[in-house]
Each structure stands twice: as C-alpha cells, then as structure tokens.
C-alpha cells in the first residue's frame, strides 16, 4: 500500500438510508488506500445499527444529530475530525467509490496545483444534462439559466453540470457528494445550516464561497459512482419552492451575483417544467412549476436582495 504525506478523513451525512450507507460503506472496505478516519453522522429516527456491522476498521466514529440536516450533519462530522487529519472530505451516502479512489485522490494531494483549497471525485455515471436542447437554447443562456463552460457560476446565481472529466480541471463550485477540502479551511468555511434537511444548493453555497479564496479542482482519475436515492428529496411541488427559495436565499448573500437575472431564470425554469409537463404529462413536471411559481409569488414584491426569511422544513 502506498504511503502518502496526508491522512484523511470521510465525513457521511446519512438519515434512513440503511441500503445505501451499507452499499457505500462496503466500498470503502474495497478501498486500495483506506481513509484514516469515517464519521458517519445518522440523521434517522432510528439509529442505523449494522454501519458497525459492515465498517468495522477502529477508524470509524458513529455519531447522531438531530434534527437531521445535510448541513448540520455535516458541520457535526468536522467536529469530530481527529487531530492530526490534513484532509477532509464529505460523501452522500449513495455514492459508491471505485477500489483505486481514494488512493488516486490522495496522490492529487501530494503535490496539488498552487492555491487548490478543494478536489472533488469524478463522477463514472454522471447523468445525462436535464432537458439538454432547452438548457443550450440561446434564450435559456442570455436569461442565465445555463452556459456552456463547465462547472461555472453564471450571474444570475445558477451553476453548469461538471459532468464526467477525462483529465483533471478547475471548476467554480463542487458538489459536497463526493469531495476533498484541506481540514485547515474548515474552521473559516462552514455549511450554511439556514440550507435545512434535503438543504438543496448547500454544495453550491460552500465550494463557491471556498472557491473565492482557493481554487477548486476535478480529479479525472479518482473514480466514484452516484445512485440517487428515491428518499428525502420530497416531492415535485415541495422541492419547486425549495429550488426558488434556496437559489435567491445563495444569490442574496453574494452581492456579485444579480438578483434580476437570478429571477429572471427561475422564471424561465418554472416555464421550462410547464413546458416539459405538457410534453410529457407528468404530473411531477406540473407540480414542480406550481412550487416555482407560488414561491416567485411570494418573493416578487421584495424590494431588498436580502436573503429571504427562514421558512421551516416542509418534507
């Protein structure tokens, strides 16, 4: 086994997800490199007893937060970090890691690029670029919706798919699914736990306000998997209101960003799921566009470019 300058540790916010924690967990028992440390932060009503079960190196902490929060669960898990850890990572816990993952990470770590705070996995099956014809239209990127250079932040607060990378790159922003930060930034930069439960764009929120400070790289050959679980996302018009809500809540607290051309694409997003219902006629697409357009209601006579008010978890 390869001896590396760096010890690591892998954070996994987790709540009743049992099949996938087990899946990933077996993944990093197959792991050529193992990580120096798992925390595993168990937002679930009911603790997930077997996690000691499959993972049994001593390197494992087992720990509880309620109420459960993808941002919280994850600022718990740093807590945690032993001393003497130089490198941080955080994994969902339906990511699976391919054998040679976090070996190949680690030896991007031994001598980064100058100024890299942070290093995503590449994801093996990324998916697909959602309604792909709509997102390129010229109009869906003069409104800011979409653009064509990859894992930018465009102005108007949205950000472009990374997508699988066949040599290593600098992007403006990471998803917190499967990534790597120096354990030295993490008392300055935390998750914003205002991102409550599914705390969608909270990868977003962290890696961009990172990424002002450092630069933020793709590992081409650090490897991982995706299965998105069917759970704890809520449903279509839940996660519309979400998706408005969060997108002007992350535009508010970074004033470079625009307000207008943020509102302006969320409308564009909620015709673009009408759009997509009448297409296809499922229900979710319509629900999803109710969601966008009650909370764009709700919002669109604000004056300020405040982030909005706190309104509580409604999975």
């Known amino acids: 086994m390869p001896r590396f300058k760096n010890a690591l540790a892998l954070i996994v916010a987790t709540k009743d997800r049992p099949a996938e924690i087990a899946r990933l967990l077996r993944s990093l028992n197959e792991q050529t490199h193992p990580a120096d440390q798992v925390i595993v932060v168990d937002g679930g009503e009911r603790p997930v007893q077997m996690v000691t079960e499959v993972y049994t190196a001593s390197s494992l902490v087992y720990v509880r937060k309620l109420p459960p929060s993808a941002s919280g669960q994850r600022n718990e898990g740093v807590s945690h970090v032993w001393a003497g850890i130089t490198l941080t990572g955080f994994m969902d816990d339906d990511a699976v890691l391919e054998p040679k993952a976090l070996e190949n990470m680690l030896r991007f770590w031994e001598s980064p690029p100058a100024g890299v705070g942070g290093a995503a996995f590449n994801m093996s099956n990324h998916p697909l670029l959602y309604?792909?014809?709509?997102?390129?239209?010229?109009?869906?990127?003069?409104?800011?919706?979409?653009?064509?250079?990859?894992?930018?932040?465009?102005?108007?607060?949205?950000?472009?798919?990374?997508?699988?990378?066949?040599?290593?790159?600098?992007?403006?922003?990471?998803?917190?699914?499967?990534?790597?930060?120096?354990?030295?930034?993490?008392?300055?930069?935390?998750?914003?736990?205002?991102?409550?439960?599914?705390?969608?764009?909270?990868?977003?929120?962290?890696?961009?306000?990172?990424?002002?400070?450092?630069?933020?790289?793709?590992?081409?050959?650090?490897?991982?998997?995706?299965?998105?679980?069917?759970?704890?996302?809520?449903?279509?018009?839940?996660?519309?209101?979400?998706?408005?809500?969060?997108?002007?809540?992350?535009?508010?607290?970074?004033?470079?960003?625009?307000?207008?051309?943020?509102?302006?694409?969320?409308?564009?997003?909620?015709?673009?799921?009408?759009?997509?219902?009448?297409?296809?006629?499922?229900?979710?697409?319509?629900?999803?566009?109710?969601?966008?357009?009650?909370?764009?209601?709700?919002?669109?006579?604000?004056?300020?470019?405040?982030?909005?008010?706190?309104?509580?978890?409604?999975?």
Request: charge should be positive; charged fraction near 25%; proline fraction near 3%.
């Open 131 to 315: 309604a792909s014809r709509l997102k390129r239209s010229v109009l869906a990127k003069r409104l800011g919706l979409y653009g064509d250079e990859r894992g930018k932040v465009l102005p108007s607060g949205f950000q472009t798919m990374i997508g699988r990378v066949t040599e290593d790159v600098f992007v403006e922003w990471l998803p917190s699914g499967a990534a790597v930060w120096m354990s030295s930034i993490l008392g300055t930069f935390q998750f914003d736990e205002w991102y409550e439960g599914y705390s969608y764009l909270e990868d977003l929120d962290f890696s961009y306000r990172v990424g002002k400070a450092f630069r933020l790289a793709v590992v081409a050959d650090a490897l991982y998997f995706h299965y998105p679980a069917s759970s704890g996302r809520g449903d279509g018009f839940v996660f519309g209101r979400r998706e408005v809500r969060n997108r002007l809540y992350f535009v508010g607290k970074n004033r470079e960003l625009s307000m207008a051309r943020c509102r302006m694409a969320l409308l564009a997003r909620t015709a673009m799921s009408f759009f997509l219902f009448v297409r296809e006629r499922k229900r979710t697409y319509l629900d999803r566009a109710a969601g966008n357009f009650l909370e764009l209601l709700g919002t669109g006579s604000r004056r300020e470019t405040r982030p909005p008010t706190k309104i509580a978890h409604v999975d």
